[in-house]
């Protein structure tokens, strides 16, 4: 019999117990303004025995033990970074205090349940078992596939080994992670609802008394909660009509796991999920929880681990949809619109190629845009031309559809499984470009193939979720190193002809720039139900007033705002929001001294452009803030007030467009009543009329559309006002809606549903003097004068 399980059957005679208990330190993720993420601190535990007396006060002054009330609390034996840590109460006998300097502390005791069937007893940990550091016991998470980090062992005395995650109800098999100097990092498949998760290091370094390897292991739970009420990101591959279904790789990875299309389904989700691990986590690191996008799942025979193709059991996986091109695979690998290929005249020609079948398999409807990640199958090497066809790295699209797309060339190098990822990200061998293509010689090895290839195209996923290039990041070419997310100590690099580094900590590896993960905290496909409703305007409106001062407001509050003195790529930045939209301002006051202040001395004096971001989504940009806030921004009206030209909405950008303005009756000498205003439209605005009592009347725009127009008639008895305007508009102004001081809007007249909704509602202590903007065959320009 094993000398374990002797101890174990002389402890079970002794009926002694072992209880653990571990400090409680409060613990956060903090960010800079610079997007950087701080590496969660330490935290020590300790491995004690307590006293009988100690555990019977403690049990008296705590509360029942919840669901919610485990919600962000670590167990004994993590790293505390709850809010409080309490071990489930032990059968027994209270332990004798020889036992506290036992020979066995610094190893696995457990039984299966409790004594002679009684209720089951948790096990006395090591200090020698893994800490879990990125997440706590007891957290919510959203996304099946888990990243977390950790220690195993003393991290004074660095150990390699290995850490095992045993799955709640051995629901998924058992993965086997390294551990590297006593650190070690894993993925871990989540079920619905609680998940127990037992964690097992072992080293063959530790000395062993029975020359047994001795099991350290730890509990962790983590609730997954996953989400419905978001829109999904979803993944296609785009196959030629005439393709073969097959994509590059070398004649041993061929032999070996294949190159159909059946494989390239299952590379393709495991990179998906490895995408939504890494972007959880980034988002944790930066403060807003492990919020994340979600994927169209079916129920589907099981790809994450290995074991599922071997026994054919069915899981709930993410949807890759495979839609047929219309186009043969020698119009896909065309070269005159490979975009790597120099000579190339349509280097952009894939991307509508792929919107136009995207468009047509998923219909998608005004109002409800589908947000779509594209792989080109029929991506091929070509060694001769020395280019890839058929692949175009880009990320965009429109009202209706938002789209990446990339090419097939580098999904050999992906892991199929979760069980691959780490061989994945350290496999050296190096690239055959007699086959397979070194991408932007940047992937001379397969797992440097496999960080441009994955990341690469998340680069451009970030680009479908509205994330422009950066100074760091993601988003400007911070994946050459995505492999450090995922393990724990980095390969030979053949890109750097260099060793990798011996300890990927948290200030090494990959991550999305700070500004992105704000970006991703108000996206639509982000949100999370405990999440404030926001208002379905969340557009930005800029207003200038008294002395040089500008208000910025937003119904759904505002966020960030972006500085950009004469540069391409933001540096600089002021944050508002606060950890919920809530705390979140609905105005601020911008002064051109403080923003000048915020920058760099030698950028002070430069053009300086503002890129305005709300809480709802909304973006505005002022091009010249000191244009902005110039003389051409005031007015004098007919009574001798100051009024101010807020910012304006559409493009002025129409053939013969003129400049409009009308100032209201009540600030003429002497004022006129408004009585009435007719809209002239079609499908977009054509002009306002105003008419006064007396038989006054002025015109905005031209009398065009609708024959005669639509009337809308104030209630001059009530003293009803006009207050503002909704708009829907674009590069023009599509629709219009009248806001009164009594609470009454009209119709929206024109199109309801073009471009996106802008409410015009002066700001508090300011009221409307007037009109302005531009007009062509329609209305392009539309903004407000204000006074006080």
């Known amino acids: 019999m094993p000398s374990f399980l002797k101890d174990l059957g002389l402890r079970r005679r002794n009926k002694a117990s072992l209880k653990t208990t571990g400090t409680t330190t409060s613990s ?79 190893s696995l005791v457990g039984t299966p349940g409790g004594i002679d069937g009684g209720p089951k007893q948790p096990p006395a940990t090591s200090p020698l078992a893994p800490r879990v550091i990125s997440v706590s016991d007891g957290s919510w998470v959203h996304q099946k596939v888990l990243l977390i980090s950790g220690e195993a062992a003393d991290k004074t005395r660095p150990i390699d080994g290995s850490v095992s995650v045993v799955h709640h109800q051995d629901a998924f098999p058992q993965t086997h992670w390294p551990v590297s100097d006593s650190r070690f990092k894993a993925l871990v498949y989540l079920q619905p609802g609680p998940n127990r998760l037992r964690l097992d290091f072992t080293s063959p370094k530790l000395s062993s008394p029975n020359g047994q390897m001795q099991v350290h292991s730890s509990w962790i739970s983590i609730n997954f909660l996953p989400l419905i009420s978001s829109p999904p990101l979803q993944l296609c591959i785009l196959v030629a009509k005439d393709s073969p279904e097959t994509y590059d790789a070398v004649p041993e990875r061929i032999q070996k796991e294949g190159n159909g299309l059946s494989t390239a389904i299952r590379k393709f989700r495991m990179a998906a999920y490895l995408w939504q691990a890494f972007t959880a986590e980034q988002m944790n690191r930066n403060g807003f929880g492990r919020r994340c996008y979600r994927y169209e799942e079916e129920w589907q025979p099981g790809t994450l681990t290995w074991r599922d193709l071997e026994v054919g059991q069915m899981r709930n996986e993410a949807k890759v949809h495979v839609i047929r091109l219309k186009q043969t695979v020698a119009e896909i690998q065309d070269l005159d619109i490979a975009q790597q290929y120099g000579p190339a005249k349509r280097k952009g020609d894939l991307f509508p190629i792929a919107q136009d079948a995207v468009r047509a398999y998923f219909a998608p409807r005004p109002g409800q845009p589908q947000y779509v990640s594209c792989m080109f199958l029929d991506a091929h090497w070509d060694k001769k031309v020395g280019t890839v066809r058929g692949h175009a790295a880009l990320g965009g699209g429109d009202d209706t559809i938002k789209l990446a797309i990339f090419g097939s060339h580098c999904l050999q190098s992906y892991p199929s499984h979760i069980e691959e990822v780490v061989p994945a990200f350290t496999d050296c061998t190096r690239t055959d470009t007699d086959y397979v293509a070194n991408d932007c010689n940047e992937g001379g090895s397969n797992w440097e193939s496999a960080n441009i290839g994955i990341g690469a195209h998340l680069h451009e996923t970030g680009h ?178 100051p009024g101010f030209r807020s910012s304006k909405l559409g493009a002025s950008q129409m053939e013969n467009s003129q400049p409009t303005e009308i100032i209201m009756g009540s600030h003429h000498k002497p004022p006129r009543l408004l009585s009435k205003i007719k809209i002239y439209h079609g499908n977009s605005l054509d002009g306002l009329e105003f008419f006064y009592e007396g038989g006054y009347s002025e015109l905005l725009g031209k009398r065009g559309g609708k024959k005669g127009g639509d009337e809308f008639a104030l209630d001059t008895r009530n003293a009803e006002l006009v207050m503002g305007f909704y708009l829907r508009a674009g590069l023009w102004i599509d629709g219009i809606q009248i806001l009164t001081s009594t609470g009454r809007r009209s119709e929206i007249y024109g199109n309801a549903t073009g471009g996106s909704g802008h409410t015009l509602v002066p700001p508090r202590g300011y009221s409307i003097a007037g009109i302005y903007g531009t007009s062509g065959p329609w209305m392009d320009g539309f903004g407000l004068i204000i006074t006080r």
């Open 28 to 106: 956060g993720n903090t960010s800079s303004n610079e997007g950087g993420s701080d590496e969660p601190p330490a935290n020590k535990s300790s491995s004690t025995i307590n006293s009988y007396a100690d555990k019977q006060d403690r049990d008296k002054h705590s509360p029942p033990t919840t669901l919610s009330s485990l919600r962000s609390r670590s167990s004994g034996h993590l790293p505390g970074l709850g809010n409080g840590s309490k071990t489930p109460p032990m059968n027994g006998r209270p332990v004798l205090p020889s036992a506290q300097h036992s020979s066995q502390r610094y």
């Open 464 to 641: 479908l979720l509205g994330c422009p290039h950066q100074e760091s990041g993601v988003m400007l070419r911070d994946y050459v190193r995505l492999n450090r997310t995922f393990v724990s100590r980095e390969a030979y690099s053949i890109r750097t002809k260099q060793q990798g580094i011996r300890s990927c900590e948290p200030k090494d590896e990959c991550a999305w720039h700070r500004l992105d993960t704000l970006r991703f905290r108000f996206h639509p496909c982000f949100q999370l139900p405990t999440d404030p409703a926001t208002s379905a305007d969340g557009s930005v409106q800029v207003w200038v007033v008294e002395n040089g001062s500008v208000l910025v407001t937003a119904l759904t509050g505002i966020a960030w705002i972006e500085l950009f003195p004469e540069e391409e790529l933001c540096h600089h930045w002021i944050e508002y929001m606060d950890a919920a939209p809530a705390g979140a301002p609905r105005q601020v006051t911008l002064t051109e001294q403080d923003l000048r202040e915020r920058l760099p001395a030698d950028k002070r004096k430069k053009k300086l452009k503002l890129k305005i971001f709300s809480c709802g989504g909304g973006e505005h940009e002022v091009d010249d803030f000191a244009q902005l806030t110039s003389k051409i921004s005031k007015i004098k009206l007919p009574d001798g007030r």
